[in-house]
């Protein structure tokens, strides 16, 4: 991968973490592949005391790029978003933009864990994953479909093993180890997706057996606490004075 096809195209002002996600990160891209970016940022401050609550997510498309404010993303990773949590659990070469107070949000990464929600939304998207599967029937479908379809089932063995470690283990490794095992399991639910349902009562059972290492719920208290820090930060000096006048 080129260093231009690694810039970012970032226009939302004080991004605070931001890094390449999807495929790429996992280790499955193909040529072709797209390069997806996910990334968070912070409201001026000021902007959440108005009327009107500023935006909370800016998506585009060229390049693909995903940026929640933080206290959305922080939402979405105490309730186990897969999609969310991977953030801050990248390899260090796959970060584009990393502040302080992004670094800070890495190292409390683990306060975000919680084993219900953990197993509930990677299990879940998994099923969700497996659904689509089986809403393709017997695999006599287009060659775009059996594309799509293969993506899938990677995307469901890739969310059951990740979120099993993170269930018993308390830490996510982003990428896989035997790509060429995801791509070969991809290519056989295409041809059968009934293929897929074994790993996923396989999964569904090992998450059962347990045990976990992760706590009931999820310590909000150092997140409360980051977010308080990002607020105080963006909070510019001449509003501070306008209150204290």
């Known amino acids: 991968m080129s260093r231009s096809e690694r810039r970012p ?8 973490l931001s890094g390449i996600v999807g495929s790429t990160a996992y280790g499955l891209a193909r040529p072709g592949s797209d390069i997806d970016r996910l990334g968070l ?20 498309t060229a390049p693909d790029h995903t940026l929640h404010e933080a206290a959305k993303w922080c939402r979405l990773a105490l309730g186990g978003n897969p999609t969310a949590m991977e953030l801050v ?6 970060y584009e933009v990393r502040t302080p107070l992004g670094d800070e949000l890495i190292g409390i990464r683990t306060a975000f864990l919680s084993a219900r929600r953990v197993r ?4 879940g998207y998994a099923t ?21 379809t293969a993506k899938h089932a990677r995307h469901l063995k890739r969310l059951c093993g990740q979120g099993l470690e993170l269930y018993t283990t308390g830490r996510l490794t ?4 035997n790509p060429d095992e995801y791509h070969a399991f ?3 639910v295409a041809a059968d997706p009934s293929a897929a349902l074994p790993l996923l009562r ?17 310590d909000e208290a150092p997140v409360e606490a980051w977010l308080h820090r990002v607020r105080a930060h963006f909070y510019p000096e001449a509003a501070r004075s306008a209150v204290g006048a």
């Open 128 to 148: 969700q994953q497996f659904r689509r599967l089986e809403a393709r029937g017997d695999g006599s479908f287009s060659a775009d479909t059996r594309k799509r």
């Open 202 to 218: 396989h999964y569904e059972a090992a998450f059962d057996a347990g045990p976990t290492a992760l706590p009931d719920e999820p």
């Open 120 to 123: 509930d939304a990677y299990l």
């Open 89 to 94: 659990w990248l390899p260090d070469d796959l």
């Open 174 to 177: 982003i990428r896989v180890e």
């Open 9 to 16: 195209t970032v226009t939302v002002p004080n991004v605070l």
């Open 186 to 188: 991809g290519e056989r």
């Open 41 to 60: 940022f912070a409201a001026p401050t000021g902007e959440l005391h108005g009327l009107r609550r500023p935006k909370e997510s800016h998506v585009s």
